[in-house]
């Protein structure tokens, strides 16, 4: 499962963006979707998650209520729409995947992309 985010930039605090992640390769074999982000000298954490089949969806407190995770089945793509953003929301955005083959499973990461916030 190869994974590619677009969709950051540059907004002023109070602002919206949407973050897009496109999945190719084995999409059949996806049962959950993430988003996750990073600043510099933190560890990553989880800002959302989406699943297969049953749709669950799960956010980190910091993002309740102002983001909101979803996916395209049809054109294989998932989305995070963020508003009401906060200086506290800078970081490199992933994209994460995870898929079983074979009752083996692993995860794939996109290569990130840049949401800054001014305040």
């Known amino acids: 499962v190869q994974l590619v985010e677009s969709g950051g930039g540059l907004v002023q605090a109070g602002g919206s963006l949407r973050l897009s992640c496109a999945a190719s390769?084995?999409?059949?074999?996806?049962?959950?979707m993430g988003w996750y982000r990073q600043t510099p000298g933190k560890q990553r954490e989880l800002v959302a998650v989406?699943?297969?089949?049953?749709?669950?969806?799960t956010y980190a407190d910091s993002v309740k209520g102002r983001f909101t995770i979803s996916r395209d089945n049809a054109n294989n793509t998932m989305y995070l729409q963020m508003t009401s953003l906060k200086s506290e929301d800078t970081a490199l955005y992933y994209c994460?995947?995870?898929?079983?083959?074979?009752?083996?499973?692993?995860?794939?990461w996109g290569q990130g992309t840049q949401v800054t916030v001014s305040s």
């Open positions: 994460h995947a995870r898929y079983c083959v074979d009752n083996v499973c692993q995860g794939s």
């Open positions: 989406i699943t297969s089949g049953r749709v669950t969806t």
């Open positions: 390769g084995s999409i059949s074999s996806i049962n959950g």
